[in-house]
């Protein structure tokens, strides 16, 4: 019995669609709840709607679709926005408590995922449970990112520019830590993909903010209009070739569940 995984494989177009939707997560929010005047609350009922639909077809699909995942990716980056701006902005909570508060969900989420599955790795997302435990994690990094990066960009007054170098440098360090020094291939993917959020906020909001709030003034829409676009032609890219089908997750491979696959990361081979 073959089980096919649900999720795409690790490769340089993973993290390049992954930032880019972070960045329409961010300036998409902005668009919606600000632009277009909708405020957050109307904004977060109907995206999380939206999430909820398309969460549910990439649940009831039997292999990785392309389009149903990314459109997912790009919709929950958009709630997990919403989601830490609704506790700043509405209920007053500060963004070191939001980072906090996301952090500990998240480690909660891999806590119960270890003690469940004993593997977190990507390359084994070929049951229902843990797709669910995936994309709880999901969430929570990208609501995460978004209160650090404010954190770092705005209440620290860095500035865009300054927070955006500092996660690329991170997620540069974790690559080394990774192909240098060995570090576990399962921790350096996470880590990496909790940073690229905040990297692509702090990038969306130096591209679409206003000079006088120290970014270059394209606007949320435009810059959101431009990521999309971007992202569907990748998406369109890797549907026709199948660049990054992860090859069949073997049933034995459920029936030990300490079992951690490699799979490749960026530019090489990482165990995830």
């Known amino acids: 019995m073959k089980l096919l995984n649900k999720v795409p494989e690790i490769t340089l ?44 077809a990439q649940l009831r699909t039997k292999r990785y679709v392309a389009g149903v995942y990314w459109t997912v990716v790009v919709l ?23 980072s906090a508060l996301f952090a500990g969900c998240l480690a909660v989420v ?28 999901i969430l929570f990094t990208f609501a995460l ?26 997620i540069a360090i974790t690559a080394i830590a990774y192909y240098r020094f060995k ?28 000079h006088k709030n120290g970014g270059f003034g394209f606007g949320t829409m435009p810059t959101s209009v431009v990521f999309l676009i971007t992202i569907v032609g990748l998406v369109m890219y890797l549907t026709r070739t199948k660049a990054d089908v992860i090859p069949d997750a073997i049933s034995q491979e459920m029936a030990s569940p300490t079992l951690v696959v490699d799979v490749p990361m960026a530019l090489g081979r990482a165990e995830t």
């Open 110 to 137: 891999f806590f119960a995922w270890w003690m469940s599955e004993r593997t977190l790795s990507v390359h084994s997302i070929a049951t229902t449970k843990r797709e669910l435990f995936y994309w709880a994690a």
């Open 145 to 170: 990112g978004t209160s650090a990066g404010d954190l770092l960009s705005e209440a620290s007054h860095l500035g865009y520019a300054v927070a955006a170098l500092v996660f690329a440098g991170s």
């Open 183 to 210: 570090v576990d291939g399962v921790l350096a993917f996470w880590i990496a993909y909790i940073l690229t959020r905040p990297l692509g906020a702090s990038l969306g909001d130096l591209l679409s903010q206003s």
């Open 76 to 98: 929950i980056s958009v709630v997990g926005t919403l989601v830490s701006d609704n506790l700043v902005d509405n209920l007053g909570v500060t963004l070191v408590v939001s």
């Open 13 to 56: 177009y993973f993290w390049i669609i992954k930032i880019l939707a972070t960045t329409v997560g961010e300036t998409g929010a902005d668009y919606l709840s600000s632009t277009l005047h909708l405020g957050l609350v109307i904004t977060s009922y109907a995206m999380s709607a939206l999430f909820l639909v398309a969460l549910i």
